[in-house]
């Protein structure tokens, strides 16, 4: 697993890279997400169309990354392509984000509120 | 903590650490310490660890028991310093004040009066020809010619040149001895400066043991009356220790003038010093340090030679103890995780339900000891059934103690007599409050009623139950719900079908659609479907048996990477 932020104004994009599970890749989204968060970033909107498989764990730490963001007051969102996982995953990707899902970035990032800020990327990789 | 100083007629010197609330003491096999005395009673007193400290209980032993040379009547209590009289043999109770060791920046010690060895060096005199202890054998020492000058050593021991052998054929013969037998290996340690003690002598010593890259001191001996006060070691002696493994003895150090700079050295008025590795063939475990501040050229090469001797025992016997102790840590949790699967094996259900016109069966194997997968059949009124399989996000041990948790809960709840949808709802909410935020289960929650044949479910997350009917494509029961424990509030929809006659229910958990061929294919829904409908006529076991055989026959061997659950419902023709 490997993630890239990008800065979009006020909007942080996580860009996830491999399979979204137990382990090291479920450890570095929720790190990632939580220095985000320290870092007074509310905004996140999450790449996925890079992870090709997420299991229980990856869609545990998406939830548990929502309800951290939520407390915070913030937004987050979610970029993917429908029809890649299980049914069951991808219904209960639905149920956890049901108005934040998008297979467009541009629409991901539209959706938030209006941004103002220049653009940068930093790396973590596991 | 308290530690006991025996010391038995022959001599011979042990130091114990008492740890548990009471110590029997005694010459019979049946006491915790036995001491091999003619003199001590078979059971002779008994050390006891009271709330308001330590107490010495005489246990009506023949010559009685002595405490500071007054014999005790029935008890008294025991205090640092105290000595013990059991018959001839003598115990010295000691506590356990933390001695520091400081390492102080120094430059190397030179000139005549220190030897450095390499591990090259290291080898005993032959015992058959033991040198005299003023003419040693001639040595290279790196970096500076070897002899030992000084004066003739005055010390706490000096044996004449001619025990010299007899010296080292008794150290090999009681280091051997003492380090045969297992023991833990806090007096593995204790053992070793003991034997140090007996062999060479010394005023202080410690040994040091690297531990996450650090060198820590294990054991510190000093005169009673400097417990408390650190020692000073200086780091280069250390650092050629540790890193070039040599064996250094100083037998002068107060002529270094160098020294002179370093006031906590000096302050010391250490003398004589050596200091040799722990180390085995493949690392250096630490060090061990001797000194005297009574006399120049206490230390003779002979003594380095014997003391790093005994360093090497040691260091094996210290790794060999560290070994032991990881596999008896790694039986021992090997043994809790067989309890545990024992214990999550006993939750599943032992038998299938009697259930009129229907026949039932679950299996559940884990990838790991033990795992998050569950099923279970729960009898309601009217003869109806719940009939559940779940699947708590991730594996091992973490898993099967939240699926403990979540079978606790909907057994629970399912005697309350709630609908199906307010079961999972309240059931959600319990469990979102007990379970870790990035934690959930998935569950596919069925109520059979085998007299109209309906089958009402809730679908929270599971993989999508299939109903396989004859003469018609799969029917999947797909899932409408959240997961159990992800969110506080949740909705549930229920669901109904009918069950017709030789209708098959297939609940799977994700462990049998995403089992890897060893190409990393997964099994998939449309093979598991093939070989359920393959065996659809056959009763509920078979059709599980023939979707794991062809599970089994995918993996081609693989191991599997998560928890594989079944369960099966089948209506009667």
Same mark, same amino acid.
């Given at each position: 697993?490997?993630?890239?932020? @990008?800065?979009?104004?006020?909007?942080?994009?996580?860009?996830?890279? /491999?399979?979204?599970?137990?382990?090291?890749?479920?450890?570095?989204?929720?790190?990632?997400?939580?220095?985000?968060?320290?870092? +007074?970033?509310?905004?996140?909107?999450?790449?996925? $169309?890079?992870? =090709?498989?997420?299991?229980?764990?990856?869609?545990?730490?998406?939830?548990?990354?929502?309800?951290?963001?939520?407390?915070?007051?913030?937004?987050?969102?979610?970029?993917?392509?429908?029809? $890649?996982?299980?049914?069951?995953?991808?219904?209960?990707?639905?149920?956890?984000?049901?108005?934040?899902?998008?297979?467009?970035?541009?629409?991901?990032?539209?959706?938030?509120?209006?941004?103002?800020?220049?653009?940068?990327?930093?790396?973590?990789?596991? | 903590?308290?530690?006991?100083?025996?010391?038995?007629?022959?001599?011979?010197?042990?130091?114990?650490?008492?740890?548990?609330?009471?110590?029997?003491? /005694?010459?019979?096999?049946?006491?915790?310490?036995?001491?091999?005395?003619?003199?001590?009673?078979?059971?002779?007193?008994?050390?006891?660890?009271? =709330?308001? /400290?330590?107490?010495?209980?005489?246990?009506?032993?023949?010559?009685?028991?002595?405490?500071?040379?007054?014999?005790?009547?029935?008890?008294?209590?025991?205090?640092?310093?105290?000595?013990?009289?059991?018959?001839?043999?003598?115990?010295?109770?000691?506590?356990?004040?933390?001695?520091?060791?400081?390492?102080?920046?120094? =430059?190397?010690?030179?000139?005549?009066?220190?030897? *450095?060895?390499?591990?090259?060096?290291?080898?005993?005199?032959?015992?058959?020809?033991?040198?005299?202890?003023?003419?040693?054998?001639?040595?290279?020492?790196?970096?500076?010619?070897?002899?030992?000058?000084?004066?003739?050593?005055?010390?706490?021991?000096?044996?004449?040149?001619?025990?010299?052998?007899?010296?080292?054929?008794?150290?090999?013969?009681?280091?051997?001895?003492?380090?045969?037998?297992?023991?833990?290996?806090?007096?593995?340690?204790?053992?070793?400066?003991?034997?140090?003690?007996?062999?060479?002598?010394?005023?202080?010593?410690?040994?040091?043991?690297?531990?996450?890259?650090?060198?820590?001191?294990?054991?510190?001996?000093?005169?009673?009356?400097? @417990?408390?006060?650190?020692?000073?070691?200086?780091?280069?002696?250390?650092?050629?220790?540790?890193?070039?493994?040599?064996?250094?003895?100083?037998?002068?150090?107060?002529?270094?003038? @160098?020294?002179?700079?370093?006031?906590?050295?000096?302050?010391?008025?250490?003398?004589?010093?050596?200091?040799?590795?722990?180390?085995?063939?493949?690392?250096?475990?630490?060090?061990?340090?001797?000194?005297?501040?009574?006399?120049?050229?206490?230390?003779?090469?002979?003594?380095?030679?014997?003391?790093?001797?005994?360093?090497?025992?040691?260091?094996?016997?210290?790794?060999?103890?560290?070994?032991?102790?990881?596999?008896?840590?790694?039986?021992?949790?090997?043994?809790?995780?067989?309890?545990?699967?024992?214990?999550?094996?006993?939750?599943?259900?032992?038998?299938?339900?009697?259930?009129?016109?229907?026949?039932?069966? /679950?299996?559940?194997?884990?990838?790991?000891?033990?795992?998050?997968?569950?099923?279970?059949?729960?009898?309601?009124?009217?003869?109806?059934?719940?009939?559940?399989?779940?699947?708590?996000?991730?594996?091992?041990? =973490?898993?099967?103690?939240? *699926?403990?948790?979540?079978?606790?809960?909907?057994?629970?709840?399912?005697?309350?007599?709630?609908?199906?949808?307010?079961?999972?709802? @309240?059931?959600?909410?319990?469990?979102?409050?007990?379970?870790?935020?990035?934690?959930?289960?998935?569950?596919?929650?069925?109520?059979?009623?085998?007299?109209?044949?309906?089958?009402?479910?809730?679908?929270?997350?599971?993989?999508?139950?299939?109903?396989?009917?004859?003469?018609?494509?799969?029917?999947?029961?797909?899932?409408?719900?959240?997961?159990?424990?992800?969110?506080?509030?949740? +909705?549930?929809?229920?669901?109904?079908?009918?069950?017709?006659?030789?209708?098959?229910?297939?609940?799977?958990?994700?462990?049998?659609?995403?089992?890897?061929?060893?190409?990393?294919?997964?099994?998939?829904? +449309?093979?598991?479907?093939?070989?359920?409908?393959?065996?659809?006529?056959?009763?509920?076991?078979?059709?599980?048996?023939?979707?794991?055989?062809?599970?089994?026959?995918?993996?081609?061997?693989?191991?599997?990477?998560?928890?594989?659950?079944?369960?099966?419902?089948?209506?009667?023709?």
């Amino acid at each position: 697993m490997k993630i890239e932020t @990008r800065i979009d104004r006020s909007v942080r994009i996580l860009d996830l890279h /491999g399979r979204l599970v137990l382990g090291p890749p479920v450890e570095l989204l929720a790190d990632s997400v939580q220095r985000l968060l320290a870092e +007074e970033h509310t905004r996140l909107l999450l790449n996925l $169309r890079g992870v =090709p498989y997420i299991d229980s764990a990856g869609i545990g730490e998406l939830a548990a990354c929502k309800k951290r963001v939520i407390e915070r007051k913030g937004e987050i969102k979610i970029h993917w392509q429908r029809g $890649r996982y299980h049914l069951a995953i991808e219904t209960v990707i639905h149920l956890m984000f049901p108005d934040a899902l998008f297979e467009d970035e541009k629409l991901a990032r539209s959706s938030f509120a209006p941004p103002g800020g220049p653009a940068a990327t930093t790396t973590g990789t596991t | 903590m308290i530690w006991l100083v025996v010391t038995t007629p022959d001599g011979q010197s042990q130091r114990l650490q008492l740890t548990g609330a009471s110590l029997h003491i /005694g010459r019979s096999g049946r006491n915790d310490l036995v001491i091999d005395d003619p003199t001590v009673s078979r059971v002779h007193a008994e050390v006891l660890r009271r =709330p308001d /400290g330590f107490r010495l209980v005489d246990l009506g032993a023949r010559c009685g028991t002595l405490l500071n040379g007054v014999p005790i009547a029935g008890s008294a209590p025991l205090h640092p310093g105290d000595r013990i009289r059991l018959g001839r043999t003598t115990i010295v109770v000691d506590d356990d004040t933390n001695t520091p060791v400081d390492i102080t920046p120094t =430059p190397m010690p030179t000139g005549p009066s220190t030897t *450095m060895l390499g591990p090259e060096q290291i080898r005993l005199p032959a015992v058959t020809t033991p040198f005299p202890a003023d003419t040693p054998p001639p040595l290279t020492t790196p970096g500076t010619p070897a002899t030992l000058a000084g004066p003739a050593p005055t010390a706490p021991r000096r044996k004449p040149a001619q025990d010299a052998a007899a010296a080292i054929m008794e150290l090999v013969l009681e280091a051997d001895r003492q380090m045969l037998f297992h023991r833990p290996i806090e007096q593995i340690l204790e053992a070793i400066l003991d034997l140090a003690g007996r062999t060479i002598g010394y005023e202080r010593a410690a040994l040091m043991l690297v531990e996450n890259d650090r060198l820590v001191s294990k054991v510190v001996r000093t005169p009673a009356a400097e @417990r408390g006060i650190a020692i000073t070691l200086s780091s280069a002696i250390v650092e050629r220790v540790l890193h070039r493994r040599e064996s250094i003895l100083t037998s002068d150090a107060l002529r270094d003038t @160098r020294f002179h700079e370093h006031p906590s050295l000096v302050g010391d008025h250490v003398r004589s010093v050596m200091c040799v590795p722990l180390r085995d063939d493949h690392k250096v475990l630490g060090l061990l340090y001797l000194d005297s501040r009574e006399a120049a050229g206490l230390f003779t090469e002979q003594d380095l030679r014997i003391l790093a001797h005994l360093a090497s025992v040691a260091a094996v016997k210290i790794e060999n103890a560290r070994l032991f102790d990881e596999v008896v840590r790694t039986r021992t949790l090997e043994s809790e995780m067989l309890q545990a699967a024992a214990i999550v094996d006993h939750l599943l259900p032992a038998d299938s339900p009697a259930i009129p016109g229907y026949d039932v069966f /679950g299996r559940s194997v884990p990838c790991r000891h033990v795992g998050g997968d569950s099923y279970d059949y729960i009898a309601l009124p009217e003869g109806r059934h719940i009939l559940t399989l779940g699947d708590v996000a991730g594996k091992g041990l =973490p898993a099967a103690l939240l *699926m403990c948790c979540f079978h606790s809960a909907l057994r629970a709840l399912a005697a309350s007599g709630l609908s199906e949808a307010e079961t999972m709802g @309240r059931l959600n909410r319990l469990l979102h409050a007990r379970f870790p935020p990035n934690r959930f289960t998935t569950c596919f929650f069925a109520v059979l009623d085998p007299e109209r044949h309906h089958l009402t479910y809730v679908n929270a997350g599971q993989e999508t139950p299939f109903i396989l009917r004859r003469a018609a494509d799969p029917l999947p029961l797909p899932s409408a719900g959240m997961p159990l424990g992800l969110f506080h509030e949740s +909705e549930y929809a229920v669901g109904r079908v009918a069950m017709e006659p030789g209708d098959v229910l297939l609940c799977y958990s994700d462990g049998v659609t995403e089992g890897l061929s060893p190409a990393e294919e997964m099994f998939g829904q +449309e093979r598991m479907l093939s070989a359920a409908a393959g065996a659809a006529g056959e009763p509920a076991a078979t059709i599980v048996a023939a979707v794991t055989a062809a599970l089994e026959r995918h993996h081609a061997g693989r191991p599997h990477e998560d928890d594989i659950t079944l369960l099966v419902v089948r209506r009667s023709d």
